[in-house]
Nanobody, 121 residues
Framework: QVQLVESGGGLVQAGGSLRLSCAASENIFSLNSMGWYRQAPGKQRRLVAS???????NYVDSVKGRFSIDRDNAKNTVNLQMNSLKPEDTAVYYC???????????????WGQGTQVTVAS
């Protein structure tokens, strides 16, 4: 069981920046991909950005050019740099990790507890 702990959320004015960090309890080389999801009140949890063990990244269209995801293998963390924040970015942000068992091709998913990001207009 992989433990994921997020940090870095908070309140920021529109146009500001925040950096979220997710610390994993084990070597992130063991994880096929990691990413960030967000859930606004009354809405479904949706993918924001992801990064594979090979470094390939993926972003939802609404954050392209503003958010950047990276992973620090030495610190076992994945980070989300969020710039030019907008009120519609307000949500609880969840760290996510996926592992595939190569022998059985079984997928395992892990979630953090979430961190609140509030962007004031």
């Amino acid at each position: 069981q992989v433990q994921l702990v997020e940090s870095g959320g908070g309140l920021v004015q529109a146009g500001g920046s925040l950096r979220l960090s997710c610390a994993a309890s084990e070597n992130i080389f063991s994880l096929n991909s990691m990413g960030w999801y967000r859930q606004a009140p009354g809405k479904q949890r949706r993918l924001v950005a992801s990064i594979t063990d090979g470094g390939d990244t993926n972003y939802v269209d609404s954050v392209k050019g503003r958010f950047s995801i990276d992973r620090d293998n030495a610190k076992n963390t994945v980070n989300l740099q969020m710039n030019s924040l907008k009120p519609e970015d307000t949500a609880v942000y969840y760290c996510h990790a996926r592992r595939v068992d190569d022998a059985t091709m079984t997928e395992y998913f892990f979630w953090g507890q979430g961190t609140q990001v509030t962007v004031a207009s």
